[in-house]
Nanobody
Framework: QVQLVESGGGLVQAGGSLRLSCAASGAFFSFDAMGWYRQAPGKQRELVATITSGGSIIYADSVKGRFTISRDNAKNTVYLQMSSLKAEDTSVYYC?????????WGQGTQVTVSL
């Protein structure tokens, strides 16, 4: 069983920064891809950013230039540095890791951006 534990969420003013972390533990082979998704109330879960084991990165257009994803393969951890936060970034942020095609999800961490 794989556990993904997110941390780093919280309340921040617009224009501020937060850094999310997601640490994986348990039984897995390796993660082909790790990433972050978010879901606001009444909306579908959406991709924020993903990074493959080889370092290929995809960002949602809405966060390009403001968010940076990175991963530490030795620690099985993925990070999301969020800067210039906007009110519309307010969501529950979920970590996702894919092991041999099988997705695993974290429990989510709340990010609230106040005006």
């Amino acid at each position: 069983q794989v556990q993904l534990v997110e941390s780093g969420g919280g309340l921040v003013q617009a224009g501020g920064s937060l850094r999310l972390s997601c640490a994986a533990s348990g039984a897995f082979f390796s993660f082909d891809a790790m990433g972050w998704y978010r879901q606001a109330p009444g909306k579908q879960r959406e991709l924020v950013a993903t990074i493959t084991s080889g370092g290929s990165i995809i960002y949602a257009d809405s966060v390009k230039g403001r968010f940076t994803i990175s991963r530490d393969n030795a620690k099985n951890t993925v990070y999301l540095q969020m800067s210039s936060l906007k009110a519309e970034d307010t969501s529950v942020y979920y970590c996702k890791a894919v092991d041999r095609g099988w997705p695993h999800w974290g429990q989510g961490t709340q990010v609230t951006v106040s005006l």
